[in-house]
């Protein structure tokens, strides 16, 4: 039977997030938990079409970042895990970053010039070249968005899926043990002074190339891995998170696309509790198992079991339109390049990176 994790294929990665997520109820976008002009120095916000390379001007400035010295975390496109919607380069005090602003994820300056600034890779491109090719441009444009529409009434179904399952996995659990070996594991990592709080990314997403999640939160010092159990797991994870958090904690919480929350960190503690996944050695494991009430077990195994497989269906469905999605973007992607004068913008993207030095060294 499977569980919420088992759809999504893990990509490695370093310190990076989804810059938001293809959920049941649309796109959502994460920015606001990342990035903020009160605390950043510069924002580059980079405008442009698909297929302007706005991805390679963001991994450019990255490079950049790292080679100074610079720690990067970078935001990832949930549509694309292959490409990048932003890079945080942080060096000392100082933190710069460079996102993708647009739509789904539109952002403009707060205080433009004084810190956000635009960077349009629309100047770079012919307007004359791509008014030749409209049509094209305009069936694609419009197929893509029925695709991404029929994925999301997919995904609707698939969330709707996961509530129902949250709840038995609740009405499984034996929520005397849970709650007492939660406190037995809030003292083994101890108390923080002052206020804990919780901030929500994004691990995994349901893209037009599969379901991926990253392995972000495994590169902890101490990972802990969690193996589900009758769809306890984001009840454990959503309990763990609020008692660590009124411990003191800053805990990270990863919410699933699909429905509630999938893994959590601590990263002051350098502590991490992810899904278990065949051939992973972890710290430590937790079988939520020694937690479920075996008789409702066996009173909601054919309610599981159908729910299993509507949800493997609906979840499919979705993968499948996001798919059709990704033709008709990167056909998109294609004509746009065809259109780009990408020596002008390799200019002005070695100018962006010669500021970023500077205002870094």
Known sequence: ???????????????????????????????????????????????GGSGTGKSTLIRRAAETGMRIGGEITYLLCSSDPDSLDGALIRKGERQIA???????????????????????CGEYWSAALLEKRRDEI????????????RAYKYLSGAGSIGRMQGRLGEYCADMEKLSAYLARLCELVGKRKGSGRITYCRTCAVSMK?????STFENAAYTVGVADC????????????????????????SRSPIYGICELSLPEKGISFVPCREGTSYAKR?????????????????KRIFSSKCQSSLTGGALES???????????ENIYKEAMDFDSLTQRTQALCADIEKRLQ
């Open 210 to 214: 599969g379901a991926v999640r990253l």
């Open 98 to 120: 460079v996102i993708d602003a647009t739509a789904p994820h539109t952002m403009d300056p707060r205080y433009p010039g004084a810190c956000g600034e635009l960077v349009n």
């Open 1 to 47: 039977m499977l569980t919420y994790s088992d759809y999504f294929e893990t990509k490695e990665a370093g310190n990076s997030y989804f810059a938001g997520a293809n959920t049941p109820n649309g796109f959502e976008g994460e920015y606001e938990n990342h990035i903020s002009e009160d605390s950043f120095e510069k924002v580059y916000m980079i405008k």
């Open 230 to 253: 009758t769809y306890m797991a984001p009840l454990f994870y959503s309990l763990l998170a609020e008692r660590l958090s009124s411990e003191g904690h800053w805990v990270l919480a």
């Open 138 to 149: 305009v069936a694609k444009t419009k197929a893509k968005a029925v695709a991404y529409e």
């Open 286 to 302: 937790i079988n939520l198992s020694r937690f479920a009430d075996k008789e409702r077990m066996r009173e909601t195994k054919q």
């Open 322 to 332: 996001l798919s059709e999605a990704g033709e008709h973007h990167y056909r998109l």
